[in-house]
């Protein structure tokens, strides 16, 4: 049973740059979310994805920007890339209506 | 705005020596609150949801408790392996969807 697929696993990027993470949903699950998690800090929740539409969003400025797409997969995209971006992003898939999460392992991004 | 604290930061404890980790939440009408389990370079493990005060789940050594502001999970003879971050997430009906997350509990359990 696959569970959340993310690639890369890791990605170095320079300051100013623009990076696409990717994200596979656990199969069955129709609903994508995307999470940043700095060092030693709890997860932000980033945005949310269902029928090919952002959902819900969290605190986060425009230069971070999402796509659904028809088989349920998702990117997420980041323009102007920033130190502070340096985090570790996280995928969750659910299916609707349903709290029971499963997140991928993450893509480590680090910003130089 | 939904917020979540836990406490401690960081506990060590001793391999069999029982204790409790702590999660304070502010919502406007709780709709879940999950608990999961992060090792080291990866993503949260889910673990449990608790729906409203007075309600607990087990697992194993673990087991969780919920009441109007707060949860416990409370690890019972741990093991080397329960090593690892526990983070505290609530969902509520201003929320919507989203998880807020606490900063999370790191233990080491040594044996």
């Known amino acids: 049973d696959a569970g959340v697929t993310q690639s890369p696993t890791h990605l170095i990027k320079t300051r100013g740059q623009q990076v696409t993470l990717r994200c596979s949903p656990k199969?069955?699950?129709?609903?994508v979310s995307w999470y940043q998690q700095a060092l030693g800090q709890g997860p932000q929740f980033i945005f949310q994805y269902y029928e090919e539409e952002e959902r819900q969003r969290g605190n986060f400025p425009d230069r971070f920007s999402g796509h659904q797409f028809p088989n349920y997969s998702s990117e997420l995209n980041v323009n102007a890339l920033l130190l502070g971006d340096s985090a570790l992003y996280l995928c969750?898939?659910?299916?609707?209506?349903?709290?029971?999460?499963?997140f991928g392992s993450g893509t480590r991004l680090t910003v130089v | 705005e939904d917020q979540v604290t836990q406490s401690p930061e960081a506990l060590r404890l001793q391999e069999g020596e029982s204790s409790s980790l702590n999660c304070s939440y502010t919502v406007s009408g709780l709709r879940g609150l999950f608990w999961y389990r992060q090792d080291p370079g990866k993503g949260p493990e889910f673990l449990f949801t608790?729906?409203?005060a007075g309600e607990e789940k087990e697992k194993e050594r673990l087991k969780a408790t919920l009441t109007k502001k707060e949860s416990f999970l409370h690890i019972t003879a741990p093991k080397p392996e329960d090593s690892a971050t526990y983070l505290c997430a609530v969902t509520s009906g201003t929320s919507g969807s989203r998880l807020t997350f606490g900063e999370g509990t790191q233990l080491t359990v040594n044996p």
């Open positions: 969750a898939s659910s299916t609707t209506g349903n709290y029971g999460y499963t």
């Open positions: 199969s069955g699950h129709d609903t």
């Open positions: 608790l729906y409203s």
